[in-house]
């Protein structure tokens, strides 16, 4: 079964400063992957997410995440941190068990930015 | 918005006390996902429908059930309730089965429930 590990609970960057979220899957077959963000007594919402095709996704807010296969690696990056990116970000990866796609996430990864 | 919704939004009640939680997914969407979030367990899946059948289980305890009916919302029935038990319930929902042909899943905004 699928597993993802997202490196880093808290990471704080300040403001302007590159923000790189990490995120590794385990299968040796390309999944289908996904970064959702939580904000402050919300929901999860959706990011970005890689299926096939182009390896580099661009998403919302100017977020963008690189699926490489040779790491299985599929980390979110933003040039220039916000303070409204301030938030958890949660790594997914889509796997199929018995006949039925399930999702997997990530533990998490809460984002400080500092003014 | 995401379109799902959920309530109540907030639930407390005393341990030992049963609780449903209701979630009405997207229009048109066929699958519903429970999920607990805590502090130490973080993110947890718990149940998923696929247009009223029961599709897969997670970390679901035998004390906490769920159902999808015919019009597609669902309840989580949360039963002999435990301090442990206080988290963040969300539901979500998907056209079909999340992660297939890379469908997201859409969430609502939570059930946040204490037990005292």
Sequence with gaps: AQSVTQLGSHVSVSEGALVLLRCNYSSSVPPYLFWYV???N????????YTTGATLVKGINGFEAEFKKSETSFHLTK???HMSDAAEYFCAVSDRDS????????????L???? | DSGVTQTPKHLITATGQRVTLRCSPRSGDLSVYWYQQSLDQGLQFLIQYYNGEERAKGNI????SAQQFPDLHSE???SSLELGDSALYFCASSP????GLGYEQYFGPGTRLTVT
Excluded: M, W
């Design chain 2, 61 to 64: 305890l035998e004390r906490f």
């Design chain 1, 42 to 49: 919300q929901g999860l919402q959706l990011l970005l997410k």
């Design chain 1, 112 to 115: 400080k930015v500092l003014a």
């Design chain 1, 38 to 40: 939580q904000y402050p």
């Design chain 1, 99 to 110: 006949g039925t796609y399930k999702y997997i996430f990530g533990t998490g990864t809460r």
């Design chain 1, 79 to 81: 040039p220039s941190a």
């Design chain 2, 96 to 99: 079909r089965e999340a992660g």
């Design chain 2, 76 to 78: 989580l029935n949360l």
